[in-house]
C-alpha cells in the first residue's frame, strides 16, 4: 500500500509540472469547484480563480526541478497528500527559486483524482 502511495504522489507531480511548465491552462482539469490554492498567502476558491491565478503569473515560461517528494494516505477514504520540495527555473534568472508545495489529492474514479488542496511556498534564505 505504501508504495503504491509513493507512486501515486510522484506519477501525480510528475504529470502536475509538468502541465505548469508546458501547458499551464490544462492545469484547470486537476482541480474542481470545492478546491482551494493557498499561493504565498493568497487563498483563493474553485478551479476557474485557481486557473486564474496560475495562468496570470509574471512569466510564461519556467522549468520544476523536483528535489524530494513525499507522500501518504490522508483520512479522506482513498486520498494521498504529497509533499513536493524543488526549485523554479524561470528564463534569464541565474539562480533557481526554491519553493515547498503540498496537495492533497481526493479520488474521483478508479485510478484517478482532483486537487482538493494545494499549498505553495518559495523558500527564502
Do not use: W
Not at 14 to 31: E, G, I, K, Q, T
Not at 48 to 66: G, M, N, R, W, Y
Not at 101 to 119: A, R, S, T, W, Y
Request: glycine fraction near 8%; hydrophobic fraction near 40%.
Amino acid at each position: 500500500m505504501e508504495e503504491q502511495i509513493d507512486l501515486v504522489g510522484k506519477a501525480f507531480t510528475d504529470h502536475y509540472y509538468h502541465l505548469f511548465d508546458n501547458d499551464r491552462p490544462a492545469l484547470s482539469s486537476l482541480y474542481r469547484p470545492s478546491s482551494m490554492l493557498t499561493f504565498e498567502g493568497q487563498k483563493i476558491l474553485g478551479v476557474e480563480d485557481i486557473t486564474a491565478k496560475l495562468t496570470s503569473l509574471p512569466f510564461d515560461q519556467c522549468q520544476h526541478v523536483i528535489s524530494t517528494t513525499d507522500s501518504q494516505p490522508s483520512t479522506f477514504a482513498g486520498g494521498i497528500v504529497v509533499f513536493v520540495s524543488g526549485s523554479l527555473q524561470l528564463p534569464g534568472e541565474e539562480h533557481h527559486l526554491r519553493f515547498s508545495q503540498m496537495f492533497h489529492l481526493v479520488p474521483i474514479v478508479e485510478g484517478n483524482f482532483f486537487v482538493q488542496n494545494d499549498i505553495f511556498r518559495l523558500n527564502y534564505g
